[in-house]
């Protein structure tokens, strides 16, 4: 396995809209004008920073019940203009947004998260698979650093199905996709590796581990105990505890190794 932990990845994170249960409106919603406008002040601060930050590249958030899958999800997406119904108008925005991005800082500078399986802030799909298939068919185009996909266990709120536990329902997607391709969401060190040795996936992204064990490509290379993730710890913002305060590993002298 390799591990990529040097890449600086700036990542474009809306959050500006949430679920219908949180009395909030999803952005989806926003008629075309507005989302133009927003897009004008959003993309010029955005590009303000990672212009001045000196990242190597731009991560694009389309994942987890955020702005973009909520234009990807029929659960969602009832829009009836060229935004909505069929999976190519579900794709569009997120598409022309990739394209215009690539265009300001170079495709091969931008990638994008997705996760066709989530169905978390009320936003899943009736046909994930024939979505994420038509979606990474469509990222085809481009000349991307690469798509990340999370894995649908982890991303969905229902357990997994019997299918899930013997096989790896990102294949198909993958096997579409043309560049290269990272998978999320649950690994470990030994499935991390299944994924990359079986041909799954180019490389694996950590997120829970990688908090909880601040050293984790060491440990990874030493193969030595993990930090164990304190969930309780996930969203508190007072006191801030559990981002970091996780121990480093030590020699047997109590020195960083
Ligand atoms: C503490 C914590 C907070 C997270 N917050 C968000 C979030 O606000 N929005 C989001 O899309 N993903 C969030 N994630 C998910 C991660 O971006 C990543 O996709 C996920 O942790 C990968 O799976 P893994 O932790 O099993 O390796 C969060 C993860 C953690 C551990």
New binding site residues.
């Given amino acids: 396995m390799i591990l990529l932990h040097h890449l600086d990845l700036f990542v474009l994170f809306l ?1 500006a809209t949430s679920c219908r249960s949180c009395g909030f409106s999803y952005g989806v919603y926003w008629n075309d004008q507005y989302i133009c406008r927003y897009y004008f002040v959003f993309w010029s601060l955005q590009f303000d920073v990672y212009r001045c930050t000196g990242f190597d590249g731009i991560e694009l ?1 389309a ?2 019940g ?1 702005y973009f899958d909520q234009f990807l999800k029929d659960s969602v997406n009832d829009r009836t203009d060229k935004y909505g119904g069929s999976f190519e108008n579900r794709c569009r925005h997120l598409i022309e947004t990739i394209q215009a991005v690539g265009e300001e800082i170079g495709q091969e500078r931008v990638a994008v998260k997705i996760s066709p399986f989530s169905d978390v802030f009320g936003a899943s799909d009736s046909d994930p698979l024939n979505l994420g298939l038509h979606l990474v068919k469509s990222l085809n185009n481009f000349n991307l650093l690469y798509v990340h996909c ?1 894995a649908p266990h ?1 991303s969905r709120t229902k357990p997994k199905t019997p299918e899930e536990t013997t096989t790896s329902p990102l294949t198909p997607l993958r096997e579409a996709y043309k560049g290269s391709f990272f998978v ?4 470990n060190q030994e499935d991390g590796n299944e994924a990359i040795s079986s041909g799954n996936a180019d490389a694996v ?5 990688f ?1 909880a064990n601040p050293d984790l490509p060491k440990r990874f290379e030493l193969h030595s105990a993990l930090n164990k ?1 304190n969930h309780a710890t ?2 508190t913002p007072d006191p801030v505890v559990g981002y970091t305060d996780y121990p480093f590993l030590e020699d047997a002298h109590g020195i960083r190794v």
């Fill in positions: 959050s958030h994942a987890l955020m999370l982890h999320a969401g649950g690994y992204v950590y997120g829970q581990l908090l993730p996930y969203y």
